[in-house]
């Protein structure tokens, strides 16, 4: 019952593939099923290691044929069952899994059919069939017409073969309750069949509300103590809906909303040059070590979907965690690597599709990701360990230091405008936007960049091996094709504004900042942006870019590139930190304060829970404190930022203790009560405030970057000293 009212009709139908499909199989033989592995949530069983029958995965390369059974009747989706994978594995003929269909599809329409099925052990068909038994036919007036007799094709209709069961006994399912006390089940048979009235109902209605509420309850109970799976499943659900009011636009339109997305997906992966795979190396080959094994498994992520060949970063660390695992597995990729011969599944990725806005209209709306194998990402981070060193930064535009890149990005533009601020050198500051950076790389000149580096070997014919001849699966809720991709990855003297700092522009993945003295120059170089993208497949978008321009600046002229303006803004807005000459410390922090109330409110359910008030204010203290202070070492405090931050920390408290303003009590007297709770408990529990907080993230930032001159966010750190001396 719970799973009829819980699940749509559609995700049933999906289930119900998995269960008539798995109860055919034991039907033929009941050994099978020892062999079958469900997913329910797709439609999908698998038989051994084959995937035999599906709703939602696509069909395994090259199982197209007669021996494919597609279920058409189906709208939204297309059920199939690979006939020739489940004859190949059972040893049944699969003209015998075939003939009822045939024979059914040889009927009338109108026919009325009845079927007698009996229980066996073992496949093949009975052609000698028990007679009808008279018990079956008490009660059956007398009547000349046809009778039909149904029953459940889930229930057993025939005596089993294992052990007898009593003699004075009738019925095979008698023999499961013969432990169980009979007068207490004749107590149960005369409350249950008893007649009700009315009150009973209701008081069983409520016994089920108390029962709801109370495990609800628990689950607050256990979310705002810490529990991090609890607090992720009662987390609201985000674009709901965003399917039917994109199917419904499509539909609208004359086109079929999964073939809209494959068509605009097309577009941009596919371009019909395909890179061919080197043969393996002959030289000398340096196998992986121990300790690269090692630190590729480390930097796995758990908790992470599957792509097509079912491989997770659980399975990779169980089976490294066995006797013999571990030096299996490096084996394993030792042989890969000698051979510059990768799995066929390593270069199959699953395309899902989620929406860039909260009710998508177009396929430009929706953002593909692309789930591939977990030992296909292990396999990359081999190689990437052995790439990197020949890869070093020549110059200090990239942002460094391990897991501090967003705040030295923030922090490097911050100080430009600070500095910009004193020295009044007209600034004219640019924002880059790549247009689809990770879809639109040219392959072939990024593996002749890394030819050039790392020279010809076993490392570079990896490489090319895994970035030929990749495919992917796209998988919506209306269909399941195939994509071929054939671009993408899953990543002169310039004049200085300010003679001491050598730094002119910030990277940070597919992000840019750059700037100058004048809008001629940041054109210049802009220029010199989209020359060099092209080479490798990539293009500006004018569009997204944006332009900042200081109030000492010439802003007579437009920033332009490849003939079109660049749109010019008030703000400079930098990972949400908006940025401008001039700005204080609560300018900067403003967004960040107003995501944390919003962040609050939408989990409001979990920081107002009737629970114990010290678990919803660590609970708060890590979300909202993780919403609003993550960027703060990269921005400088001031009082009135500090204390803004303060009042924000004890509002959400005076939130989270469900306060209320008493009848005959004024509002100030309100006020002091309520925050002099909140600084209370912001003490007993937390033991400092957020204003604390930043101080002690910002100023050991600064000592790092002042003993690490090299890296760009320092440069523009010490200019200030650089420049008085």
């Not at 059956?140 to 149904?150: G, Y």
């Not at 359910?605 to 609003?628: E, M, Q």
Request: proline letters at 5%; aromatic letters at 8%.
């Amino acid at each position: 019952m719970w799973a009829t009212y819980s699940k749509t009709k559609q995700q049933r139908d999906v289930a119900g593939h998995c269960s008539w499909t798995k109860r055919t199989l034991a039907s033929f033989n009941k050994e099978l099923l020892q062999h079958i592995d469900a997913e329910y949530g797709t439609g999908t069983i698998w038989l051994g290691d084959k995937v035999v029958a599906s709703v939602a995965r696509a069909p395994p390369q090259g199982t197209e044929g007669e021996a494919m059974l597609w279920d058409d009747d189906k709208p939204g989706t297309r059920p199939w069952v690979d006939l020739g994978a489940i004859a190949k594995f059972s040893g049944i003929s699969m003209v015998d899994l075939k003939v009822v269909a045939d024979v059914m599809a040889q009927l009338p329409k109108d026919a009325l059919l009845s079927f007698q099925e009996m229980c066996r052990d073992t496949y093949g068909y009975y052609f000698q069939c028990c007679s009808l038994e008279g018990d079956a036919e008490k009660g059956l007036p007398p009547t000349a017409l046809p009778t039909v007799l149904s029953c459940d094709l889930n229930a057993e209709i025939a005596w089993g073969y294992d052990d007898e069961g009593q003699a004075s006994r009738r019925g095979k399912q008698i023999d499961c309750v013969l432990s169980t006390d009979g007068d207490k089940l004749a107590e149960l048979a005369r409350t249950a069949t008893r007649p009700r009235q009315a009150r009973d109902w209701t008081q069983a209605r409520h016994l089920r509300k108390r029962a709801r509420r109370e495990w609800e309850m628990q689950r607050l109970e256990r979310a705002t103590a810490g529990d991090w799976g609890q607090v992720k499943l009662l987390k609201p659900v985000k674009h709901k809906g965003w399917d039917v009011q994109f199917a419904e636009t499509q539909q609208e339109q004359g086109r079929d909303p999964h073939q809209a997305i494959h068509t605009h997906l097309q577009h941009i992966y596919t371009t019909g040059l395909v890179i061919p795979p080197l043969p393996p190396w002959e030289g000398e080959v340096v196998p992986f070590a121990d300790h690269e094994l090692r630190w590729a498994l480390h930097r796995g992520k758990p908790n992470k979907a599957v792509g097509v060949d079912g491989t997770s970063h659980e399975l990779l660390l169980g089976i490294a965690a066995t006797p013999g695992g571990f030096e299996a597995l490096l084996s394993f990729y030792n042989d890969i690597y000698r051979s510059s011969s990768i799995p066929d599944d390593w270069n199959v990725a699953l395309m899902i599709v989620i929406p860039k806005q909260e009710l998508p209209d177009d396929p430009a709306s929706l953002r593909p990701l692309a789930m591939g194998s977990a030992a296909a990402k292990v396999y990359s981070r081999l190689l990437l360990g052995r790439t990197v060193p020949w890869l070093d930064a020549r110059e200090g535009a990239q942002c460094s230091g391990e897991g501090q890149q967003p705040a030295e990005y923030i922090f490097g533009m911050a100080r430009v405008m600070e500095l910009e601020a004193e020295w009044h050198r007209g600034l004219v500051a640019a924002k880059i936007d790549i247009r689809k950076a990770f879809d639109m790389l040219h392959r072939p000149a990024l593996l002749s960049r890394l030819k050039v580096a790392l020279g010809d070997g076993p490392t570079f014919r990896s490489w090319q091996a895994m970035l030929s001849d990749t495919t992917a699966v796209l998988q919506t809720g209306w269909g399941s094709t195939r994509l071929q991709l054939d671009r993408g990855i899953r990543w002169e003297d310039r004049h200085r504004i300010y003679d001491q700092m050598s730094c002119q522009d910030l990277l940070f993945m597919d992000d840019g900042l750059l700037w100058a003295d004048s809008p001629r120059e940041v054109s210049r170089r802009l220029q010199e942006w989209a020359s060099e993208l092209e080479k490798h497949g990539l293009q500006l978008n004018p569009a997204k870019c944006k332009v900042y321009m200081s109030p000492y600046s010439n802003p007579a002229d437009p920033v332009t590139v490849n003939g079109a303006v660049i749109p010019r803004v008030d703000t400079l807005e930098v990972m949400g930190v908006p940025l401008k000459v001039g700005a204080t410390g609560s300018d900067l922090i403003a967004p960040l304060i107003a995501r944390g109330k919003e962040k609050f409110w939408s989990l409001k359910h979990l920081f107002r829970a009737r629970t114990p008030l010290a678990g919803c204010l660590r609970l708060l203290d890590k979300i909202v404190g993780g919403t609003s202070l993550w960027c703060l070492s990269a921005l400088a405090p001031d009082v009135s930022a500090l204390a803004l931050l303060n009042s924000m920390q004890l509002q959400c408290v005076v939130w989270a203790m469900r306060v209320g303003k008493r009848r005959e009590e004024g509002w100030l007297s309100f006020k002091q009560r309520s925050y002099r709770g909140a600084r209370q408990l912001v003490w007993n529990v937390l033991r400092k405030r957020w204003s604390t907080t930043w101080l002690e993230r910002h100023y050991p930032k600064l000592s790092n970057l002042e003993r690490d001159m090299d890296r760009a966010a320092g440069e523009t750190w010490i200019y200030r000293g650089l420049a008085a001396d």
